[in-house]
């Protein structure tokens, strides 16, 4: 009996040596398999992150104006294009407030470019301190920009189109040799009615801004209904 327990404890023994290795074994393979986990995982992290980044910084690139920071102009006829439908769906008003910046080649040959790149932004600061958040403002030209108004009377875009021009023409831009720099717009307004095409719309904006430009500059011509 001795013997064989003897026997038997060592049998068990052995057998609980050989569970606690295949344990040991199994513990550090889980050890190894959480660590590979936890470093895939934040490589993967951190590859999402670098993909997301370039997702946007792609965005930025087909959709924002790199100068201005606003819509440049393939973003402006998209966004505009999906207002006009959802008017016209709705039975909305739409409007489009087309805009020319005044002499503005003179400005960049007599001051240069960048001081002409400067006016470009003083100007979407302004409009862009004027306009709300569901207006789509972009730049379709060198000076040329757009703002497309959902759901707004003409009468409260006429206001609008108002406030952007006189701050325009009592903006003082103040240049290194202490030069005072001042500017103005003129403007075109036009609205839906019964067009069913962006591109008409901006056609009579155009019209309407070329009789601006051509009648003094510094003005709004609107369409009247």
């Known amino acids: ?5 003897f026997i038997v404890s060592i049998v068990l023994f052995f057998v609980f040596c050989f569970i606690y290795k295949n344990q040991y074994l199994i513990q550090t393979r889980n050890d190894v398999l959480n660590k590979e986990v936890t470093r895939r995982t934040r490589q993967l992290d951190k590859a999402f992150r670098k993909l ?5 910084e792609l965005y930025t690139l087909a959709h924002i104006d790199s100068l201005t920071k606003i819509r ?10 999906e207002a006009l439908n959802s008017a016209i769906k709705n039975d909305k008003n739409l409007c489009i407030l087309m805009i020319d910046l005044d002499y503005f080649k003179l400005i960049n040959d007599k001051y240069g470019h960048a001081i002409g790149d400067k006016v470009l932004i003083e100007f979407c600061f ?3 301190s004027i306009i709300d958040d569901g207006t789509i403002f972009g730049r379709i030209g060198g000076e040329e920009f757009c703002i497309t ?3 707004k009377d003409i009468e409260i875009v006429e206001n609008i189109a108002e406030k952007i021009r006189n701050n325009c023409a009592s903006k003082q831009i103040i240049l290194e040799n202490n030069e005072i720099l001042n500017f103005t717009v003129s403007m075109g307004l036009s609205c839906r009615d019964n067009f069913d095409d962006i591109d008409k719309i901006l056609q009579k904006s155009d ?9 003094g500059r510094n003005r709004l011509i609107r369409v009247h209904r």
């Open 149 to 151: 108004f959902f759901d």
């Open 126 to 128: 302004i409009v862009n």
């Open 207 to 215: 019209e309407l801004l070329y009789e601006a430009k051509e009648t």
């Open 72 to 81: 440049n102009r393939r973003s402006f006829f998209i966004e505009s294009e």
């Open 1 to 5: 009996i001795y013997i064989f327990n």
């Open 52 to 56: 997301k980044d370039k997702n946007k």
